[in-house]
């Protein structure tokens, strides 16, 4: 029996941050849009997430965004960052520039899908995309199955949101376009994360704090208010498997403000801890989110990124829509403006890590510990390149006896951070110049390898 079609404008698959904002965006532009969520209506926006949130205001406008932060926003008191060095049990505290948020995930995922729904998109929950039609090298729609019964949505766009590690992208045939596919699971994290309910109120519930682990992870505490803490670890995917349940259990029980806490919720899942992907589009198809490993490699954080992509990639889809062209080159502009803005970005961070991966934790935390406090804040926030006075470099080389070579290898490593951010901002307006750019982007690379002596990541 031949499925049964539907037709739309364009298919958005997945219902989180990035899947939201695009379908939000494209119905706004009155788009015949339908989002595809595998997901129940109740469990919808139920995520693994750490639950921070950095500059809040970032939100594109085409969700009541008042409503999003009055409904789920618990803690919009976010005004530092607290950093704790496992070796010796000191921390430093590092204060943001601007307010951070920690919200309740759920209800924010929840809001973000009924508005979504007000904007005027169809949401068909209960629907698990299963593979791509693709015909002819265009992507013309997906396959599904809804509440058990296969059918077909075609569309003259798909937009991929559905998260890290994609099944569209295993089964479409990407090999005709510039869409990256050079994308291994070494290059992504697992994470795990519990949602405690404390009895006693904790002194630090305007900060979130991390702590470095083995294996390239870090620790975090997230307030959601000052009795509900968000805790969870990941691990870098290259490295050594982790027992994140048990690390986590016992860096827990040895905290003293979480004695008598109870678990109120757990859930894992990967997260990609890469650099963007060169390029997420292909005839019919764009990629956003973590779809397309919009996330900062360093810290996790990949809300701010799946919303704004998710936005711009149906800004694009819309006009390419209108003038009858879905083709790579129509679709461009969406890379461009992702890489020029938070994918230059991400990128740079992306060199920490593997400056990491060359280095154990002592020696990363004993350098680490020893940057002030703002160097750190430009590293793994908003900048990622940092810049240091003379005083400044004088104290660090001090604190840093022993370890100055893996010195000096950093700070050659945001040398290159800067020239990469400069290779960024020249991202090619159209597909034709793009292996030019990316020759020039693989010699920055190049270097970063040859002073870490670090393995190739990509
Ligand atoms: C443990 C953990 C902690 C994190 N902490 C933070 C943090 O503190 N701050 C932060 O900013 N970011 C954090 N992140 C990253 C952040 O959660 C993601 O970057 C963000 O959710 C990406 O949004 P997305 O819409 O691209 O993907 P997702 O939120 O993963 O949404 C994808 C959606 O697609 C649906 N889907 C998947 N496959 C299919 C299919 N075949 N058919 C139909 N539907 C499908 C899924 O059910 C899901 O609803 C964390 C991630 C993890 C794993």
């Not at 404008?9 to 015949?32: H, K, N, S, Y």
């Not at 926006?45 to 639950?51: K, L, V």
């Not at 009924?114 to 949401?123: K, N, P, V």
């Not at 209960?126 to 296969?150: C, F, I, L, M, S």
Request: glycine residues 10%; charged residues 25%.
């Amino acid at each position: 029996m031949t499925p049964e079609t539907e037709s739309y404008d364009i298919v958005v698959v997945g219902g989180g941050t990035a899947g939201c904002f695009a379908a939000a965006t494209a119905a706004r532009e009155g788009l015949d849009v339908v989002l595809l969520e595998r997901k129940s209506e109740e469990e919808g926006g139920y995520i693994a997430c750490g639950d921070g949130i950095k500059g809040k205001s970032t939100f594109p406008d085409v969700v009541d965004r008042d409503r999003l932060r009055d409904e789920s926003f618990t803690n919009e008191g976010i005004t530092r960052g607290i950093f704790e060095n496992p070796q010796t049990g000191e921390s430093i505290d590092i204060p943001f520039g601007q307010t951070g948020a920690v919200v309740d995930r759920w209800k924010y995922g929840q809001i973000l899908l009924d508005e979504t729904d007000r904007a005027g998109a169809e949401i068909h929950y209960n629907t698990v995309v299963n593979d791509v039609v693709q015909p002819n090298g265009r992507v013309e729609g997906v396959k599904a199955v809804r509440e058990g019964d296969p059918l077909e949505y075609e569309a003259d766009i798909v937009i991929d949101g559905a998260g890290a590690l994609s099944v569209l992208q295993d089964k479409a045939d990407l090999s005709t376009s510039t869409f990256d596919t050079n994308v291994n699971y070494s290059q992504f994290c697992s994470a795990y994360r519990e949602v405690l309910e404390l009895p006693e109120p904790v002194d630090w519930d305007d900060a979130l704090v991390f702590k470095p682990t083995e294996e390239l992870g870090y620790l975090w505490y997230f307030p959601r208010s000052a009795t509900e803490i968000n805790v969870g670890l990941g691990f870098q995917m290259s490295q050594e498997p982790m027992e994140l349940v048990d690390v986590l259990k016992d860096d827990i029980a040895s905290r003293a403000e979480f004695a008598g806490a109870t678990v109120k919720n757990k859930l894992g899942a990967a997260l990609p801890t890469r650099r963007p992907y060169d390029s997420a589009v292909h005839p019919g198809y764009m990629a956003v989110g973590d779809a397309a490993a919009h996330v900062n490699p360093c810290t996790g954080g990949g809300i701010p990124g799946a919303a704004k992509a998710g936005h711009w990639a149906a800004e694009v889809a819309t006009e390419a829509i209108a003038d009858g062209d879905v083709s790579e080159h129509a679709l461009w502009e969406y890379n461009e403006r992702v890489q020029t803005d938070f994918g230059k970005r991400f990128a740079a961070m992306d060199l920490y890590n593997i400056f990491g991966t060359a280095h154990d934790l002592d020696e990363l935390v004993s350098v680490v510990t020893a940057l002030p406090g703002q160097q750190l804040v430009d590293a793994i926030g908003k900048k990622g390149t940092a810049e240091m006075g003379l005083g400044l470099k004088l104290k660090t080389i001090i604190k840093t006896v022993g370890h100055w070579d893996t010195l000096y290898e950093l700070y050659k490593v945001q040398s290159a951070a800067g020239s990469l951010k400069d290779v960024y901002d020249s991202y090619p307006d159209s597909p034709d110049h793009f292996g030019a750019w990316r020759k020039e982007r693989d010699a920055v690379m190049d270097r970063v390898y040859d002073v870490t002596g670090a393995e190739p990541k990509y």
